[in-house]
C-alpha cells in the first residue's frame, strides 16, 4: 500500500499529528505503516500541513506524485523540504504557554518559566508520536539549526493570533544566554587550528 494524498471520505479520522479531526472532504495524507495489531501494513492520516511539518521524508515523495497539485502545494513542498534539511525539525508540534514553571528546556536544560511561550516537541517512533518535552522559543536556533519557524508554527497552532504570533517573533530574534550554539555557529566560534 503507498502512500497518498487524497480527500477524507468522512470526518471520522484523527490526525496522527496534531490529534484533531480531519474534515470530511478535507485533503489528508495517509502514510502506510506495517500494521501493529496484525499482518500486512495500515494507513495512519495526516492533515496535509502536519504530513508536511512532521513526516517531511514521507510526505515529500507522495506530494511530487499527485497528478493535480493540492493548494499550499509551494508551501508544503518548502516546509517538507526543511524539515529534511534541519533533522530536529519534525519535532515541533505546536507552539504554547508552559503551564507550570517546572519544565526544562531540552536545549539550554533551565527552568522553562510558568506562562513563557515555549516550543512543544514530540518523536515519532512505531507508528505514533510520543511528547517528548519542550524548548524555549528562543532556543529555536540552537535546537533545530533555523530561527525560521514561524510560517510553521502558524500552520501548526492555528489558534495562535497575530499579537501572539509577533511576540514570538520578537523572542526568535534573541539568542538565551547559555543556550549551546547551532553547529555551524560552534564551528566559526572556534579559534583557528582549535578541533
Not at 510526505?59 to 497528478?67: K, N, V
Not at 536556533?141 to 511576540?167: N, Q
Amino acid at each position: 500500500m503507498p502512500d497518498q494524498i487524497e480527500a477524507a471520505p468522512t470526518g471520522r479520522a484523527k490526525c496522527r499529528g496534531c490529534g484533531n479531526a480531519i474534515g470530511k472532504g478535507e485533503l489528508r495524507f495517509g502514510e502506510a505503516l506495517p500494521n501493529p495489531f496484525g499482518e500486512g501494513d495500515a494507513m495512519f492520516w495526516f492533515h496535509l500541513a502536519c504530513g508536511a511539518c512532521m513526516r517531511p521524508e514521507k510526505f515529500g515523495p507522495a506530494l511530487e506524485t499527485q497528478p493535480a497539485p493540492p493548494p499550499d502545494a509551494e508551501w508544503l513542498k518548502h516546509a517538507a523540504e526543511q524539515g529534511l534539511a534541519h533533522h530536529r525539525l519534525p519535532r515541533l508540534k505546536t507552539v504554547e504557554r508552559a503551564p507550570s514553571g517546572r519544565a526544562t528546556c531540552r536545549s539550554c536544560r533551565e527552568v522553562i518559566d510558568k506562562g513563557a511561550w515555549r516550543f512543544a516537541l514530540q518523536m515519532f517512533e512505531e507508528g505514533r508520536f510520543s511528547p517528548m518535552g519542550s524548548i524555549h522559543v528562543e532556543c529555536a536556533k540552537a535546537y533545530f539549526e533555523t530561527k525560521d519557524v514561524l510560517d510553521r508554527v502558524r500552520k501548526l497552532t492555528p489558534a495562535l493570533g497575530d499579537a501572539d504570533a509577533a511576540e514570538i517573533t520578537r523572542l526568535l530574534d534573541i539568542e538565551k544566554p547559555g543556550a549551546p550554539k547551532a553547529p555551524d555557529e560552534a564551528a566559526a566560534a572556534q579559534e583557528p587550528g582549535e578541533k
